[in-house]
C-alpha cells in the first residue's frame, strides 16, 4: 500500500490498516507470565530525555505490552518503579512517597546516566546525585539517553533474573 | 520623544547589545511612558540585575548595579519579570523593590544545602521542605509533563481559577556547573540542559561565544545547524503532537505520531548520529564525522510520506481541541510567548526569520490563529510541512551565502535559537577565555505567567492534557 493519498473515510480506513500494519511484534517473548509487570516511570530532575525515550517505547513504536510489561498510572498498581533522572533534593521526598505506595515485592530500576551517579549533574545543593545517595543501585540501564530498544532489551533481561 | 530604547541606548554600551544604566536610568527606563517593549528575560546576580529586551526582531540589554542586595522590580513596568525576581532571589538572595506578585519561591521549595546558593554570602540551609500554598495541587508526577513542576491551585466548582507554579523538583544548576568552565567544556552540559533543546539550546549557545569572540560562523556551519534545528522541530511537534493526542483520546493519530518520530530517529542513528540529535551542535559549528546531506536526506525520505495521513488524521480529530487551553493575542503580545503557542494565537514572531541565510521561502507556515490546541497542533502539522521544504532549499544551495562580517570580539554575547518549542536564548559573559556569567531563558519561561489564563475554566482532570498541548519542559524551566 502507498502512502495515504485519499481524504475522508477512505483515508480513515488507511489510518487503520497502516496502524495495524505497524504492530510490532516483540523480538523475544517472555515466558508467559500470569500477569504482566506494571512499570511506573517517574523522572526527578534530569534534561527529560531518557524519561522521553521511556515515553517512545511505551507508544504504539514498540512493543512493550507485548513483551510482557504494562504501564501504570497509580504506584499501587507498579511492580517495578522505572526512575530517571539525578533525583534533585526536592524530589526525593516524591521519590520515597511512590515507593511506599508500591505493593511488597517491588523493584527499583535506574533509567539513564543520571538516575545511576546523577550522570552530568553530580551532587550539588540542588541533587543528591542519582539515586546511589539513597539506596545501593542493584538493577540500572546505562545510557544518555538508552534508546527505547535498548530499555525494552534491558527490561526483558531483568525480567529473566 | 523619549522612548524605552532610547533609555536604554543612553547608558553605556559595553557589549554588541548590552547597556549599562545607572540606578536613575533604570527607574527612567522602568517608568518612561509610552510602549513597553517586548521583554525576553529578566535576571539578577550579586551584582547586576538584567533585562532582555525585544527592539523589533532585534535583542537589547539593559542592566544595573544591584546595591545592598536589592535592585529596582523590573516586574514593576515588565509584568512578565516577576519570575526571573523569584528565581534571583532563590539563587542569590538579591531583593526586587516594588515588584508585582507574592514573592513565593520559584526554585528553593526547601531541601537545598544552603539558602542562596549562588550568591557570595549564601545563607544556611533552610532545613525540609516547605508546603506550597494554594487549595489543590497536582503533584509533580501527575501533571502529564516530562519532568517535576509543582503547580498550585486556586479552584472553583472543579474548575481553574489561578495557577501558581513552583519548579524547584527540575533545578539541577545548571548554571552553577557551567560558571569557570571554558565554552567548549560547557557544551557537553548545555546539550543536556532540555530534551526539548537537544539542538536548539546548544545553538543559542554556540551563537553567543560566537558573537563573544567577535566570530561568525560561515555559510556551510550555518546551513548544518539549521538543517539540525529544523530535524528537532519536527520531531518534537510530533511528540507535543502526541501527546495532545493521546490526552483526547485520539489514539490512532497518536499511533500516526509515534510512527513517525521513531523514522527520524531511527534515520539519526543509522546515519551515525545520536537519535535525537544530541552532541551534534559544538561551538565552532558540529561534530566531527557529520555528513549532513545524507542525513538531510534520510530524514526528509523518513518522515515526507506520512504527512498527508497526519494532517487528515488531524483534520478528522481537531475539532476535539477547539476552544481548549486558549492563548489570547494580547497575553501573547504583552508576554512575549513565542514558539507554536505564541504563533497559534497570532503573534508572529519567529526568530528564524531574521537569520542572515535562511531561505524565508520556505516559512509560509500560516493557520488558525485561534490560540487553542487545535491551532497549535495545525500549526505544528504546517511547520513540519516547512521544515521538510526548508531542508531542500538548503540542500539545493548549501553553504553557497555570503559571509556576513564578523562583530568585534566583546568578550559578551547573545544567541538566540527558534527551537521547536519557541526562542532560546542565552547571554554569556567571558573572561580569560572562561565563563564568568551566563544566562539561560527555555521558551517555557514565558508561557508561565499566561497558564493561569490558558488553564481557566478547565476541569482539574484535563490539566494534564492541556500541559501537554502547549509543550512545557520543566527542565528547561528550571534549569
Ligand atoms: S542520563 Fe542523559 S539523557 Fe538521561 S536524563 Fe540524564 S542527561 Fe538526560
Not at chain 2, 48 to 65: K, M, N
Not at chain 2, 151 to 174: I, M, N, P, Y
Amino acid at each position: 500500500m502507498k502512502g495515504l493519498r485519499q481524504t475522508g473515510p477512505l483515508s480513515l480506513l488507511y489510518a487503520f490498516m497502516d496502524a495495524r500494519r505497524w504492530c510490532p511484534s516483540s523480538e523475544e517473548v517472555l515466558p508467559r507470565r500470569e500477569r504482566p509487570i506494571g512499570l511506573y516511570v517517574l523522572e526527578t530532575g534530569g534534561c527529560e530525555g531518557c524519561f522521553m525515550e521511556i515515553e517512545s517505547l511505551k507508544g504504539s513504536a514498540f512493543a512493550l505490552e507485548q513483551a510482557g510489561f504494562v504501564c501504570v498510572s497509580d504506584p499501587a498498581d507498579a511492580d517495578w518503579l522505572l526512575l530517571t533522572g539525578a533525583v534533585t533534593r526536592v524530589c526525593a521526598e516524591m521519590v520515597d512517597r511512590v515507593w511506599r505506595a508500591m505493593p511488597p515485592g517491588r523493584s527499583l530500576i535506574a533509567v539513564g546516566a543520571c538516575a545511576v551517579d546523577g550522570g552530568p549533574f553530580p551532587a550539588s545543593y540542588a541533587t543528591l546525585g542519582g539515586l546511589q545517595a539513597l539506596t545501593p543501585v542493584r538493577r540500572a540501564i546505562p545510557g544518555c539517553p538508552p534508546a527505547p530498544q535498548e530499555i525494552l532489551r534491558a527490561l526483558q533481561e531483568l525480567a529473566r533474573i | 520623544m523619549r522612548s524605552m530604547g532610547r533609555i536604554i541606548r543612553s547608558g553605556e554600551r559595553v557589549a554588541l547589545s548590552h547597556y549599562h544604566l545607572d540606578p536613575a536610568q533604570w527607574s527612567d527606563m522602568l517608568c518612561v511612558p509610552g510602549a513597553t517593549l517586548p521583554l525576553i528575560s529578566c535576571w539578577a546576580d550579586d551584582a547586576r540585575a538584567y533585562v532582555l529586551l525585544l527592539e523589533g526582531d532585534r535583542p537589547i540589554l539593559a542592566s544595573t548595579v544591584v546595591e545592598d542586595r536589592r535592585y529596582l522590580a523590573p516586574s514593576s513596568r515588565f509584568a512578565g519579570a516577576e519570575w526571573g525576581e523569584r528565581v534571583s532571589y532563590d539563587l542569590y538572595g538579591v531583593e526586587a523593590m516594588e515588584a508585582r506578585g507574592n514573592g513565593t519561591p520559584a526554585l528553593d521549595e526547601g531541601g537545598w544545602t544552603s539558602t542562596w546558593p549562588l550568591s557570595s554570602r549564601p545563607g544556611p540551609a533552610s532545613g525540609g521542605l516547605r508546603p506550597l500554598g494554594g487549595s489543590h495541587f497536582l503533584r509533580p508526577e501527575q501533571t502529564g509533563l516530562s519532568g517535576p513542576l509543582d503547580l498550585s491551585f486556586e479552584v472553583l466548582k472543579g474548575k481553574v481559577r489561578a495557577v501558581d507554579v513552583c519548579a524547584g523538583g527540575a533545578h539541577r544548576g545548571v548554571v552553577s556547573r557551567l560558571l569557570g568552565k571554558t565554552p567548549e567544556e560547557a557544551m557537553v552540559l548545555v546539550a543536556r540542559m532540555t530534551a526539548g533543546g537537544f539542538v536548539a539550546h546548544p545553538l543559542a549557545f554556540a551563537r553567543a561565544v560566537a558573537q563573544a569572540r567577535g566570530q561568525v560562523p560561515g555559510p556551510g556551519v550555518r546551513d548544518v545547524w539549521m538543517i539540525l534545528l529544523e530535524i528537532e522541530r519536527m520531531s518534537l511537534h510530533l511528540f507535543d503532537m502526541a501527546r495532545t493526542a493521546r490526552g483526547m483520546d485520539a489514539e490512532l493519530l497518536a499511533t500516526h505520531c509515534d510512527h513517525a518520530r521513531e523514522a527520524i530517529a531511527q534515520a539519526c542513528a543509522e546515519q551515525g548520529v545520536s537519535r535525537r540529535l544530541m552532541d551534534t551542535v559544538n561551538c565552532g559549528g558540529f561534530r566531527e564525522g557529520l555528513e549532513i546531506v545524507p542525513l538531510a536526506q534520510a530524514v526528509h525520505a523518513a518522515m515526507q510520506p506520512s504527512l498527508a495521513a497526519l494532517e487528515e488524521l488531524h483534520r478528522v480529530f481537531a475539532s476535539r481541541l477547539n476552544g481548549f487551553a486558549v492563548l489570547d493575542v494580547r497575553l501573547a503580545e504583552r508576554f512575549a510567548v513565542g514558539g507554536v503557542t505564541g504563533r497559534a494565537s497570532g503573534r508572529s514572531m519567529d526568530m528564524r526569520r531574521r537569520e542572515t541565510g535562511m531561505r524565508l521561502e520556505a516559512l509560509r507556515a500560516t493557520g488558525s490563529s485561534s490560540g487553542d490546541a487545535r491551532a497549535r497542533d495545525g500549526l505544528r502539522l504546517a511547520e513540519i510541512r516547512d521544515s521538510l521544504k526548508l531542508m531542500e532549499r538548503i540542500l539545493g544551495s548549501i553553504g553557497l551565502d555570503d559571509d556576513e562580517p564578523a562583530p568585534d570580539s566583546t568578550d559578551e554575547g547573545i544567541g538566540v535559537a527558534e527551537g521547536a518549542r519557541g526562542d532560546v536564548w542565552h547571554w554569556v559573559r567571558l573572561k580569560n577565555g572562561r565563563i564568568e556569567n551566563l544566562h539561560v531563558r527555555d521558551p517555557g519561561v514565558s508561557v508561565l505567567p499566561v497558564l493561569g489564563a490558558m488553564l481557566q475554566g478547565c476541569p482539574m482532570e484535563r490539566v494534564p492534557a492541556a500541559l501537554g498541548s502547549i509543550g512545557l519542559s520543566p527542565a528547561g524551566i528550571a534549569l
